[in-house]
């Protein structure tokens, strides 16, 4: 797949269509529906009913919970302006969250409905947002869904995910998604219990990488930890090389710093350093990463 995002400037220039005004979203909007009644829409396989009301890791239930909706400017320089919509609830629980507690607590988030949020989109379109991101949006898969047979412009879709999402979100994501935006965190699985409560997150990870790198455009975010960088981010990247090419679009995130309860953890509890950062970025350059 071509990494230089050649089709979603093809759709922004009006040449193409976002790949959900194709898609068979009535089938896949009932087929989510079904994993809800006993959801696995993430890596974490609660397996409860969200359709009754039950509620899993993520506390998602099957409503809108929305706690920040705005254009963006601090993407990537493809994606900004974006229109992008943080939503309420976490299939992972990072002890260093930015947006904690108002990201993993869908309770903290405003309820809006499927036209509400198709509306914003079409507004976001019209004030020139070159895209529709959601952040965190995998257990709101099934919402995402039936908002889209709402949504009337040619908006390219942004997938801003964890990339801890399963299989089967996978699969109903093909066709859909325009951008897969996703994160690798993890090497170590070690690590990802420890800091995200998120077990076998990297064998989920390096999955749905390979899928996304199929299915359609990527950019990959590696977000550099101190003393991370040997169990996480240089492994991660070799990976990445090996695994998905020396052109893949990789974002080396240097901005760590320690947020809610990032200090009870005495390795991450501080900003990276100018030389951390420096290291990994010649690591990635030295393996042979092209596209950073
Ligand atoms: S999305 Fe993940 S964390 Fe949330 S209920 Fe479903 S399986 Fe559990």
């Not at 550099?224 to 070799?238: F, G, Q, S, T």
Request: aromatic share 10%; glycine share 6%.
């Amino acid at each position: 797949m071509n990494n230089a995002l050649s089709n979603y400037y093809r759709i922004l220039s009006g040449k193409a269509k976002p790949r959900f005004k194709s898609a068979d979203l009535d089938r896949k909007i009932k087929q989510a529906g079904k994993i809800l009644e006993s959801c696995e829409l993430c890596e974490r396989k609660c397996r409860i009913n969200r359709a009754e009301g039950r509620l899993g890791f993520c506390r998602a239930g099957t409503e809108w919970r929305i706690f920040g909706a705005h254009s963006h400017f601090g993407e990537e320089s493809e994606l900004v302006p974006s229109g992008t919509i943080f939503l309420a609830g976490c299939t992972m629980r990072c002890v260093y969250c930015q947006n904690a507690p108002q990201s993993i607590k869908p309770e903290l988030g405003e309820m809006w409905s499927d036209k509400e949020v198709a509306e914003w989109i079409d507004k976001k379109h019209k004030e020139g947002c070159r895209n529709i991101n959601f952040v965190s949006p995998d257990c709101y898969l099934w919402n995402i869904l039936k908002v889209l047979k709402l949504v009337k412009s040619d908006i390219p879709v942004v997938w801003n995910s964890n990339a801890y999402y399963s299989e089967k979100t996978a699969e109903l994501l093909k066709g859909i998604v325009d951008v897969y935006l996703l994160d690798f965190r993890y090497f170590n699985e070690k690590c990802a219990i420890e800091l995200s409560s998120a077990p076998n997150y990297p064998e989920a990870a390096k999955r749905n990488h390979l899928i996304a790198n199929k299915d359609a455009e990527m950019i990959i975010r590696v977000l550099v930890m101190p003393n991370h960088i040997e169990c996480d981010a240089k492994p991660i990247l070799k990976w990445i090389k090996e695994n998905l090419g020396a052109g893949t679009r990789v974002n080396i995130l240097a901005q760590y710093h320690p947020c809610w309860k990032a200090m009870e953890y005495k390795e991450i509890n501080r900003a990276l350093s100018m030389e951390e950062c420096g290291e990994v970025v010649v690591y990635a350059k030295r393996i042979g990463l092209k596209n950073l």
